[in-house]
């Protein structure tokens, strides 16, 4: 029982990190209707920044400077790419975002190599122990900052202009448009947004217990896809929701990997997409996600 208790917690806390990366898509979507694949190399890049800038001007430095990284790079990709495009149907910019993913990934993999940098979080490999339950330090910390963002994140979206200004956007862009609203510059903060909460994400799947930064970091990212497809894509709540469920099922499966072995190896990064394809067959539209309704 000790276990499973302790796995459902760790589960939380993993799936409060997924939630702020899920939460970058939903934002970019309801913002401008376009599905980011590139948001894993976003956060890959954030990571890489931190993690080469840790050791000349120090950790927070370095994290400050790696969320701007990944939000400057992420505005570049909406201004240079999605924006001359923005008329394209949703497939077509979902496969530019994906090229954009490759492109980058491939450029960060490269200068990575082999290597696997150290993120130099000042907790390092601190467990954190209560009521029997050990859980990483640095899974704690991402838990209070996810539940802090997250309802910073809320109170923006509900009481700002520009949270005003994105809700419209949403809603119908060309009415929003000819109401004053500046569409490019909503989308250039949601697209900033989206790619400072990769970067946070970003230090916290490669703190403790994670072996650090490596190539591969962007591809753990699309993780969340589940999360927010589970969500709905249009649906803040339902990124937190789908990121907190995604995580528990991750851990839960890894952590009981020897009583499934009847199952197949690996199926902690394959029960995601099960539990995803299960609820879509129910809702569709995801747990919380808007439907289309068509009157003919």
């Given at each position: 029982?000790?276990?499973?208790?302790?796995?459902?917690?760790?589960?939380?806390?993993?799936?409060?990190?997924?939630?702020?990366?899920?939460?970058?898509?939903?934002?970019?979507?309801?913002?401008?209707?376009?599905?980011?694949?590139?948001?894993?190399?976003?956060?890959?890049?954030?990571?890489?920044?931190?993690?080469?800038?840790?050791?000349?001007?120090?950790?927070?430095?370095?994290?400050?400077?790696?969320?701007?990284?990944?939000?400057?790079?992420?505005?570049?990709?909406?201004?240079?790419?999605?924006?001359?495009?923005?008329?394209?149907?949703?497939?077509?910019?979902?496969?530019?975002?994906?090229?954009?993913?490759?492109?980058?990934?491939?450029?960060?993999?490269?200068?990575?190599?082999?290597?696997?940098?150290?993120?130099?979080?000042?907790?390092?490999?601190?467990?954190?122990?209560?009521?029997?339950?050990?859980?990483?330090?640095?899974?704690?910390?991402?838990?209070?900052?996810?539940?802090?963002?997250?309802?910073?994140?809320?109170?923006?979206?509900?009481?700002?202009?520009?949270?005003?200004?994105?809700?419209?956007?949403?809603?119908?862009?060309?009415?929003?448009?000819?109401?004053?609203?500046?569409?490019?510059?909503?989308?250039?903060?949601?697209?900033?947004?989206?790619?400072?909460?990769?970067?946070?994400?970003?230090?916290?799947?490669?703190?403790?217990?994670?072996?650090?930064?490596?190539?591969?970091?962007?591809?753990?990212?699309?993780?969340?896809?589940?999360?927010?497809?589970?969500?709905?894509?249009?649906?803040?709540?339902?990124?937190?929701v789908g990121g907190l469920?995604?995580?528990?099922?991750?851990?839960?499966t890894a952590g009981y990997?020897?009583?499934?072995?009847f199952l197949g190896r690996?199926?902690?990064?394959?029960?995601?997409?099960?539990?995803?394809?299960?609820?879509?067959?129910?809702?569709?539209?995801?747990?919380?996600?808007?439907?289309?309704?068509?009157?003919?």
């Amino acid at each position: 029982m000790n276990q499973f208790v302790t796995l459902v917690v760790g589960g939380l806390f993993l799936g409060s990190i997924y939630s702020l990366v899920a939460l970058g898509f939903v934002t970019v979507f309801k913002a401008t209707q376009v599905i980011n694949f590139a948001q894993g190399s976003v956060l890959l890049l954030g990571a890489y920044v931190i993690a080469r800038a840790h050791d000349s001007i120090g950790f927070w430095p370095a994290v400050v400077l790696g969320v701007l990284a990944a939000a400057v790079a992420a505005v570049l990709i909406d201004a240079v790419f999605i924006r001359r495009v923005r008329d394209a149907d949703l497939g077509t910019l979902a496969i530019l975002t994906l090229g954009i993913d490759i492109l980058l990934l491939t450029e960060l993999t490269r200068r990575i190599g082999t290597d696997v940098l150290n993120i130099g979080a000042p907790w390092g490999s601190d467990v954190v122990e209560a009521l029997g339950i050990r859980i990483p330090a640095s899974r704690v910390i991402a838990g209070g900052v996810a539940m802090v963002l997250v309802a910073g994140f809320w109170a923006a979206f509900k009481f700002t202009d520009w949270g005003i200004a994105m809700r419209s956007a949403a809603e119908d862009g060309e009415t929003a448009s000819l109401m004053g609203i500046r569409l490019n510059r909503v989308a250039a903060a949601a697209w900033a947004l989206a790619g400072a909460l990769a970067a946070i994400g970003g230090l916290f799947l490669t703190s403790f217990p994670a072996a650090g930064v490596t190539g591969g970091v962007g591809l753990v990212a699309l993780a969340a896809i589940p999360a927010v497809v589970l969500g709905g894509f249009d649906s803040p709540a339902g990124a937190v929701v789908g990121g907190l469920i995604i995580g528990v099922v991750s851990v839960l499966t890894a952590g009981y990997q020897q009583e499934l072995s009847f199952l197949g190896r690996g199926l902690g990064g394959v029960a995601p997409y099960v539990v995803m394809l299960l609820v879509l067959l129910v809702r569709p539209s995801g747990l919380f996600g808007t439907r289309e309704i068509t009157r003919v």
